[in-house]
């Protein structure tokens, strides 16, 4: 059973608009999240974490948001860029930090 | 760059045949991880590795076997592959003080 959602398999943005990415989690007992990117026939690549005891974390164009109540996190991308057009995976693990559970990815496309 | 590097990068093969897939990663880190990618999946974690000989299972474990003899290197092993293991295999090691995971290219295998 997925115990990371991704629910929305594609989203297109115009160029400079935000882009939201959403995800959902099972497991209460997760306590760090994490955003990467991935291109076409390259690995991911980590974009932004979040721990639990936190609700915002922002990096430049890039802020993802915790609701633990909802179990739901979400990231945002302002201005989105066309370089920004990938799939996105968000992923969570627990105390030990030794599994990392993923979603099924979301594909951003960003309209010049 | 997180100096991993995963052999061969493709690989086409018949089932019934044994494959291994290399990990080798340059900065000494404890922790290693298996992956594959599948549509309509994500990312799922297939064997893990927190020390030399130490290794666990992660989610879909079954059909693949791990080795880890030397801190640098990383083996899976299919020992008789299925088409059902046709897949994008990613390597990722996490540095001890980080919860972020960072990865390797991918191994495209075909199983025929």
């Known amino acids: 059973d997925q115990q990371v959602k991704q629910n929305s398999p594609s989203l297109s943005v115009q160029e400079g608009r935000i882009s939201i990415l959403n995800c959902d989690y099972t497991n209460s007992m997760f306590d760090y999240f994490l955003w990467y990117k991935k291109y076409p026939a390259e690995g991911p690549t980590f974009l932004i974490s979040?721990?639990?005891?936190?609700d915002k974390n922002e990096d430049g164009r890039f802020t993802v948001f915790l609701n633990k109540s909802a179990k739901h996190l979400s990231l945002h991308i302002v201005p989105s860029q066309p370089g920004d057009s990938a799939v996105y995976f968000c992923?969570?693990?627990?105390?030990?930090?030794?599994?990392?559970?993923f979603g099924t990815g979301t594909s951003l496309t960003v309209i010049p | 760059d997180a100096g991993i590097t995963q052999s061969p990068r493709h690989k086409v093969t018949e089932t019934g045949t044994p494959v291994t897939l290399r990990c080798h990663q340059t900065e000494n880190h404890r922790y290693m991880y298996w992956y594959r990618q599948d549509p309509g999946h994500g990312l799922r974690l297939i064997h893990y590795s927190y020390g030399v000989k130490d290794t666990d299972k992660g989610e879909v474990s079954d059909g693949y076997s791990v080795s880890r003899s030397k801190t640098e290197d990383f083996l899976l092993t299919l020992e008789s592959a299925t088409s059902s293991q046709t897949s994008v295999y990613f390597c990722a090691i996490r540095p001890t003080s980080y919860n972020e995971q960072f990865f390797g290219p991918g191994t495209r295998l075909t199983v025929l």
């Open positions: 979040i721990s639990s005891i936190k």
């Open positions: 992923a969570a693990s627990g105390e030990t930090g030794n599994q990392f559970y």
